[in-house]
């Protein structure tokens, strides 16, 4: 599956950006999907993931209650809404996909987006 990020941008702290994920190639509706990113300097990390069919979810501790993950499947379409940006959001953003049970790590997905950049202002 290939996968295209996209939605990212410069915001003012508080704001929102929603970003999206557009999946082609294999069977979208199969794959568990995730969102990571990786600010400069330092690790990629775990942000989101949602489950096939929208059954289950789970967030960072940094962005819960903040960000919420979502699908479309006919639109084979993942997205990632986030409120609240903090400065410490500033990161590349990059959606992932499983067909493995869905988790934090990033060993546990196989196709990968090219990731799109968001940058909060303080």
């Known amino acids: 599956v290939q996968l295209q990020a996209s939605g990212g941008g410069l915001v003012q702290a508080g704001g929102s950006l929603r970003l999206s994920c557009a999946a082609s190639g294999r069977t979208f509706s199969t794959f568990n999907m995730g969102w990571f990113r990786q600010a400069a300097g330092k690790a990629r990390e775990f942000v989101a993931a949602i489950s096939w069919g929208s059954v289950g979810s789970y967030y960072a501790g940094s962005v819960k209650g903040r960000f919420t993950i979502s699908r479309d499947n006919a639109k084979n379409t993942v997205y990632l809404q986030m409120n609240s940006l903090k400065s410490e959001d500033t990161a590349v953003y990059y959606c992932?996909?499983?067909?493995?049970?869905?988790?934090?790590?990033?060993?546990?997905?196989?196709?990968w987006g090219q990731g799109t950049e968001v940058t909060v202002s303080s």
């Open positions: 992932a996909a499983t067909s493995k049970s869905y988790g934090s790590t990033q060993p546990e997905y196989d196709y």
